[in-house]
């Protein structure tokens, strides 16, 4: 019976949302649409959470999303074992968050079963693309986890990290920004055009 109900009140909406929503073009509108449609199927959620297609989200009860997050298409997040993205976290395309992992019983995984721990990624963290994170590890704040590395213990606040293992490379750094919208994305391109006709 606590099956049927976990199915009905997290699993099955969820499935709903992606089964009308990731046909949708990939842009800030419809990231804020599947991300509000979401809301209410996670234990906690801030505001402007946003979402990419193709997500799976296991066990939501269990996860907690601060403000500003967001999640790009492909991801993969278990949160068995409880998971916490903080305030301002970006996940990149086809990360994989995962609160459980199997163990190996008679020389088996198949029915060795599972252990579950939590995971919370800091404020401010970006996990690039077809990074992993393993069960019971906590990232800490304005962390950059490299594409493809494995996150396999504790990281610490503001460093860079990449690898298989990951292993910090350097501290991260505050850098300035050339653009922040559209907007000015256009007028960064036509700095950068008239600057190389003056260098012609």
């Known amino acids: 019976m606590r099956e049927l ?10 499935w709903v949302i992606g089964l009308l929503t990731n046909w949708l073009p990939e842009n800030r509108i ?35 999303v601060g403000n500003d997050v967001y999640i790009a298409r492909g991801g993969w997040m278990d949160a068995t074992g409880g998971l ?8 990149g395309p086809y990360v994989v968050i995962s609160t459980s992992q199997h163990v190996f019983r008679d020389g088996s995984v198949r029915f060795g079963g599972n252990i579950a721990r939590p995971v919370v ?18 990232i800490g704040k304005g ?11 504790d990281l610490p606040d503001q460093v860079i990290v990449g690898g298989v293992p990951a292993r910090i490379i ?29 260098a012609d």
């Open 5 to 14: 109900w976990y199915q009905l009140r997290w699993a099955l909406p969820l």
């Open 30 to 64: 419809t990231l804020r649409f599947r991300g509000s449609l979401t809301r209410p199927f996670l234990s906690r959620c801030g505001r402007n959470f946003q979402l990419g297609a193709y997500v799976t989200l296991r066990e939501t009860h269990r996860m907690e």
């Open 84 to 91: 916490t993205l903080e305030d301002e976290v970006v996940l």
């Open 121 to 138: 990624v800091g404020r401010g963290t970006w996990i690039g693309a077809h990074a992993s994170v393993k069960c019971g590890t906590g």
């Open 143 to 153: 962390t950059l986890v490299g594409a493809n590395a494995f996150v396999a213990r």
């Open 170 to 198: 350097k501290p991260n750094e505050d850098r300035v920004a050339e653009f922040h919208s559209r907007q000015d994305y256009e007028r960064f391109l036509t700095r950068v055009r008239d600057a190389s006709e003056e």
